[in-house]
């Protein structure tokens, strides 16, 4: 099959004839055809992208006596079935007390108009912020250190709001990393990953009774 | 123009720039395919704009959108001693081969007490394997493989990680290794409370920080509108 034919000259008697043009020529097609098997073996099989991940870190549990801190400015999800987000803003309150009315929860959807443009209203300063900081930063007029620490000291700013997302039985991981995923997208300083109370589950059942 | 009349055969054409080509590309392939064996389960994670690799030294639980979990570790030295250590917790005795065996298979979800069989199983036998239950995490029947898997996982991963570490700033070298670090791989339909199950043997055991394993979005700031209603 391949034609190495090395020996082809060397039948003659007379030696000077040996060197002849083809003798040298090796027929290359099927090596050429194993490299292009491998090859789309290879292309067919890569994985090109490892896979990304989220950092997360959740909350240590508090110690058993602790009460837990009263949150200032707590807007709080619900995540619920069918791809729904119940929230609420400020403390929860099962009843009218003397500090304000009971709690009502509304509703968002996970469409860009819904929860990107509350979150985006709720954040703004913080957003406007980290987005000058962020431009600045791309132009090289801040040095990367210096860049992180303004970002850090904006996202840990008092008065912004803390997010915190709560799910019921139902709710999916997806939701939860749609939510947190979305949080980021709006540059959020704060948020975390809280159990349900009852009292809310509750009142999301009821919620989603009513409809 | 040319006065030269085409004879019967194909025309001669010169390939060598292909095959250059063909080879450079099959070399290049081969130099970067990194061969891994089948999940025991395909997990379709949700997307985010979450832009960190994933650490290539890990400690992975898996969960399916049926809750099962799955667990394993990306280091063969730290997997093989977890399993010598689980075998004597549990009292299920492995032969030397077994956890040589073990040390080269993807993430398991059995119970340890099948782990041997499931280890002789052939490659093909696995995908149907019975008992495929996933890892055990009950806390009312006390039987939390889970808990001592990662405990037990995570201890000998940061032992085989400060092992290498100072063997090589030993010979006066920088290290390169990363610490290992914990990740959770779970499905877009997977229901959150089973995830929170994992969680908490992770927080259990005072870990915190973990990689929530996402794909890629591409745009960046679309997220994808649930169904309307």
Same mark, same amino acid.
């Given at each position: ?70 949150? /200032?400015?707590?807007? $709080? @999800? *619900?995540?619920?079935? +069918? &791809?729904?987000?119940? =929230? ?69 700013? /008092?008065?912004?709001? $803390? @997010? *915190?997302?709560?799910? +019921? &039985?139902?709710?999916? =991981? ?38 | ?229």
């Amino acid at each position: 099959m391949a034609e190495i034919q090395e020996g082809g000259g060397g039948g003659h008697k007379g030696g000077k004839k040996r060197a002849k043009k083809q003798s040298t020529r090796v027929d290359m097609t099927p090596m050429v055809d194993l490299a292009f098997l491998l090859l789309t073996f290879f292309v067919l099989t890569a994985t090109f992208s490892k896979p990304k991940s989220m950092e997360l870190t959740f909350p240590a549990p508090p110690p058993p006596d602790q009460k837990p801190d009263e949150i /200032k400015n707590g807007i $709080t @999800f *619900l995540l619920t079935q +069918d &791809d729904r987000i119940f =929230y609420y803003e400020g403390q929860f309150r099962a009843a009218d007390d003397d500090k304000g009315k009971k709690t009502s929860l509304s509703e968002l959807n996970f469409s860009q108009e819904s929860l990107h443009k509350y979150l985006l209203e709720k954040n703004k300063t913080m957003h406007d912020q980290i987005r000058a900081l962020d431009d600045k930063h791309k132009k090289n007029l801040l040095p990367d250190t210096t860049f992180k620490r303004l970002v850090k000291q904006a996202k840990s700013d /008092k008065e912004s709001y $803390t @997010f *915190l997302i709560k799910t +019921d &039985d139902q709710a999916t =991981y997806k939701n939860v990393i749609d939510v947190i995923d979305e949080l980021n997208i709006n540059v959020v300083g704060k948020y975390v990953m809280v159990d349900i109370m009852k009292p809310e589950l509750d009142m999301v059942k009821e919620k989603l009774g009513t409809q | 123009m040319s006065k030269k009349p085409s004879k019967g055969g194909a025309p001669a054409l010169d390939m060598t720039p292909m095959v250059d080509l063909a080879f450079l590309l099959v070399t290049f392939f081969m130099l970067t395919a990194s061969f891994r064996m089948a999940e025991p389960v395909t997990v379709d994670p949700p997307s985010s704009i979450g832009q960190v690799d994933l650490p290539d030294n890990n400690i992975l639980v898996t969960v399916d959108d049926k809750g099962r979990a799955f667990f394993g570790i990306s280091n063969p030295t730290a997997k093989m001693a977890a399993l010598r250590e689980m075998s004597a917790k549990y009292k299920v005795p492995f032969t030397e081969e077994q956890i040589k065996k073990f040390s080269g298979l993807p993430s398991i979800g059995v119970d340890l007490k099948d782990l041997p069989r499931y280890i002789d199983a052939k490659e093909e036998q696995r995908k149907t394997f019975q008992p495929q239950k996933g890892i055990p995490l009950d806390t009312i029947i006390p039987n939390n493989q889970l808990k001592d898997w990662i405990a037990l996982g995570g201890k000998n991963a940061v032992l085989v990680y400060n092992d290498a570490k100072k063997k090589v700033e030993d010979l006066n070298q920088d290290f390169k290794g990363e610490k290992p670090r914990y990740a959770i791989k779970a499905s877009s339909k997977t229901k959150y409370i089973y995830v929170k199950d994992v969680v908490k043997n992770f927080t259990d055991l005072k870990i915190y920080q973990f990689n929530l394993i996402t794909s890629l979005e591409g745009g960046g700031t679309v997220i994808n509108p649930g169904p309307s209603k």
